[in-house]
């Protein structure tokens, strides 16, 4: 008897990684709503219909980026976190730069670094890249401990890099490349 296809790009034991779409609205907006307290000041993810729209309308159809969805296997597929690969570059340059966040009811589980490690994979395999960079706050301690656990090595520091609440951060820059991650 054949299986049924997997709604999954790849999958590990607790999570799959899925695209964006935008029937996901709905259940994004209210599981950014209820993290709102772990995200902040960190991340502002979008809230409402219309940002979540605008928002994943970039993901979807700008080739620069891609955008992916961690899913709980267990929670029926409730959406635990996300991660975005931005800035995207072919050519010599050959890379990408990661965002992510988790929600608060996965927050905390590991389901986020089976989905990170997902991602890695699928951008070092499927989309032939070769390196991956994750800026991050120097304050943010779960966003480093995330970035260190899966295997990325801190490069530098950046002083005034991005404008988020209203200011210029700080950010470390942590990052991952093909023969760091080696066979898999």
Not at 37 to 52: G, M, N
Not at 137 to 155: M, T, V
Not at 161 to 176: C, K, N, Q, T
Request: proline share 5%.
């Amino acid at each position: 008897m054949p299986h049924p296809a997997s709604p999954y790009l790849a999958e590990a034991p607790r999570v799959g990684i899925r695209h964006f779409t935008y029937e996901d609205g709905a259940e994004f907006t209210a599981r950014v709503r209820e993290s709102r307290e772990l995200h902040r000041p960190w991340l502002f993810p979008p809230d409402s219909a219309a940002a979540y729209t605008a928002y994943a309308g970039r993901l979807i159809e700008d080739r620069a980026k891609a955008g992916f969805l961690v899913c709980a296997k267990d929670d029926g597929g409730a959406l635990a976190g996300y991660i975005n690969i931005n800035n995207i570059v072919q050519g010599a340059f050959c890379s990408g730069a990661l965002g992510y966040g988790a929600f608060v009811h996965a927050a905390g589980r590991g389901l986020m670094r089976e989905g990170l490690d997902l991602v890695v994979d699928h951008a070092f395999g499927m989309m032939g890249l070769h390196r991956l960079e994750i800026n991050v706050q120097p304050g943010n301690a779960a966003s480093i401990g995330l970035a260190r656990a899966c295997g990325f090595r801190l490069e530098g520091y950046s002083p005034d890099l991005l404008f988020i609440d209203g200011a210029w951060r700080d950010h470390e820059r942590w990052a991952i490349t093909t023969e760091m991650r080696g066979p898999r």
